[in-house]
């Protein structure tokens, strides 16, 4: 099963969101409902209600919306802003994301919070990357106790990664793409590779029919949206800005803490 593109905002929202709500760490325990959301195409105030029990990520939507003029934080502008990135985002003021951090944070964090807050000075957006990076080491939300090496793979798993098609195989797709690598001091890329990513459950899958040389975006092991290359430019931007944020400030103590370095 495949859809007619484009996808609404919400149900774009649901591919993005499916795979780490899968995996139980964020969003409704009904992970079933997004799957099933994000395959048959519907949107509907179900999915709307499940979306906002996303804790991380509606925070940061309603932010785009606000700040971009739309009432809708679910309207695709903002959710491929977020995802993926786009010249939206430099339409969020700094002064709109401290505050936002502000009330999120601050209690969460305790004196760490003045540190984290240098990210917004640096330069972060609410991309789904300043989540990963600048926050998500700070908050514990990513941590379980493993070594440093696993702790890499969903620092890397937890981010929106890119990646260019391969071979389509079923329900699998092999994918090129470059992983993050950690040397002990700074976050950076390591050498390309392939994976296999899943696109469906037994034919029945969240997104169009792919094929090699196709790009996509990917979440944990799953294959979110078809990207063009402008969209992949965007998404690799953002990437690496906020990692410099993390590597060059005194936000590098989060990731070497749950690094385990």
Known sequence: MTLARPATGPVLFARYAFPPNSHGYC?????GAFFEHGATGEDDRGLRALSQQF???????????ASIGLDDPLDRRVVDAYWVGSPELDRVSAQAVGNSMESRFRAMTGSKFFTLSESINAGGVP???FAVFCIYPWTGLLSDG?????????????????????????DQV????????????????????????VRSVNGV???DDLAPGDWVSMHWEWVCDKLTERQVRYLRDFTVKHMRIVNEGNLHSGPAEFLGT
């Open 27 to 31: 969003g409704p325990s009904d992970h």
């Open 55 to 65: 804790a991380g990520a509606w925070p940061y939507l309603e932010l785009i919306a």
């Open 127 to 129: 991309h789904h990357s």
């Open 146 to 170: 493993r070594k440093a090496e696993h702790a890499l793979t969903v620092l890397d798993q937890c981010r929106i990664r890119w990646g260019k098609v391969l071979v389509v195989q079923g």
């Open 174 to 197: 092999v994918v090129e793409s470059t992983p993050l690598s950690w040397d002990g001091h700074v976050l950076g890329f390591g050498e390309r590779t392939t994976e296999t990513v």
């Open 205 to 207: 899958s969240m997104m």
